[in-house]
């Protein structure tokens, strides 16, 4: 597909649509079944454990017996919930999952049944800013089963992702200017296109970092998986939800996770195409041979956050906010301003664009640095100023001084007063009255 690709959508009879919405559909939920048994697998090697092995070859049954299980068991309805939207709540987040993948590009024109179609649903000029619409619809459904699930912690877990998603799309959404500003389009297909033979993740670095970042956040995963911290939120927006209605958040975060996979690798790795040196061989990027290729960087992106979730322990509420406003933000709008440069001189003077994105991949690599480097010291200045401050406070410390003895806080050393002294300056102020 090249040039006039477009051309190839909106031309399909009815059936072959109907293929492609089945299609997606059933890769979608076996991918979920799949990322379940893998996450279960790979996290429990890691952790010297056996994990599922029973339920059908190597366990890979146990997902699906489990979705069954769900399926299956008695739902409880709390008392105070507001029965329309605690319903609805759930259909959202599962439907916006589903939906986004519609302009996902899964390989060129291929021979379907007799008829030539690519292996992508549907494509339009701004193709990505669907996909962020989609996202950002999809937060209400679990904004809505917080409030309207009438507790406290629920509600906690939707206003904690309402904020983690506000913070996390714009880092996001950055990352993908650089993107645009280099392939000049937001087309998914055209973007893959774009990266022939080179892929963005190598001449844009730092969107591509901030992107991977960015997409943990986004997803609710650890370690930045705060509105579902059971530590102190039990289980987070979903707490009073069971049965299929659980279900249907649980398949909503695989399928967020598959989709913002599926995004980096059509924005960043080429899409369908074969990486090198399989991009050698001539019949590598026809036929259904890239579909091999996708499902094969998408599972790159799956194993990563499973990796993740396995060693990193989660953020504090205030860290995980500070980073992504005070370092990932920042830095998407410096390394915007760097493309955007290295754009223009690439038109006006006699330097390529990689020359130019390079050296300024290394300047913000050294800024982060160099900020770090503040802050760490700023981090050291501040401990030992609450040093000092704790020695004060313990001299200082007068454990009377409320007219009632009170207990002295760590660190505080104090001498309270004895009865006979006490007994004594009252016997003395008797006297002397």
Do not use: C
Not at 116 to 143: C, E, H, K, N, R
Not at 154 to 166: K, V, W
Not at 208 to 234: K, Q
């Amino acid at each position: 597909m090249t040039g006039g690709q477009f051309g190839f959508f909106g031309v399909d009879p009815w059936w072959i649509v109907i293929v492609k919405v089945l299609g997606i559909f059933v890769m979608l939920v076996l991918l979920t079944l799949f990322t379940i048994w893998w996450e279960r697998r790979v996290v429990s090697r890691m952790q010297h454990r056996i994990g599922p092995n029973r339920v059908g070859p190597f366990g890979l049954l146990q997902s699906l017996m489990d979705g069954v299980k769900l399926a299956l068991k008695e739902e409880i309805v709390p008392k105070g919930v507001h029965l329309a939207v605690y319903w609805i709540a759930p259909i959202i987040s599962a439907t916006a999952a589903f939906i986004a993948f519609a302009v996902i590009p899964f390989g060129p024109v291929v021979n379907l049944f007799g008829q030539q179609t690519p292996l992508q649903l549907t494509d339009f000029p701004v193709s990505v800013l669907y996909i962020l619409a989609i996202a950002s619809i999809g937060i209400y459904g679990i904004v809505l089963a917080g409030w309207a699930s009438g507790s406290i912690y629920p509600l906690l877990g939707g206003l904690r992702s309402s904020a983690q998603m506000i913070s996390y799309e714009i880092a996001m959404g950055l990352s993908f200017v650089a993107v645009f500003l280099y392939a000049g389009s937001m087309s998914t297909s055209e973007i893959v296109n774009a990266q022939e033979p080179v892929w963005f993740a190598v001449i844009l670095l730092p969107s591509f970092l901030i992107y991977v970042t960015a997409m943990v956040g986004e997803t609710n995963r650890a370690p930045f998986d705060l509105p579902e911290a059971e530590g102190e939120l039990v289980g987070g927006f979903h707490t009073e939800y069971s049965s299929m209605k659980f279900a249907l958040f649980f398949l909503a975060e695989y399928i967020n996770m598959v989709t913002v996979s599926a995004l980096a690798t059509t924005l960043f790795l080429g899409g369908w195409r074969a990486p090198w040196p399989i991009s050698l061989w001539d019949a590598a990027n026809t036929g259904y041979w890239p579909l091999l290729w996708w499902l094969l960087k998408v599972q790159i992106f799956i194993f990563i956050f499973i990796w993740l979730r396995a060693t990193l322990p989660r953020l504090r509420y205030d860290q995980f906010m500070k980073f992504g406003w005070k370092i990932l933000i920042p830095a998407s709008i410096a390394w915007i301003m760097i493309v955007a440069t290295a754009r223009v001189l690439r038109n006006d003077v006699q330097f390529t664009s990689t020359q130019i994105l390079l050296v300024g991949g290394i300047t913000i690599i050294v800024l982060l640095l160099g900020s770090w480097l503040l802050q760490s010291r700023a981090d050291r200045m501040s401990a030992l100023q609450e040093e000092a401050d704790a020695e004060i406070q313990a001299r200082a410390f007068d454990a009377m001084a409320g007219g009632y003895p009170v207990p002295p806080m760590p660190g505080q050393q104090v001498n309270l007063p004895t009865r006979r002294a006490s007994s004594s300056v009252t016997t003395q102020e008797a006297i002397d009255g």
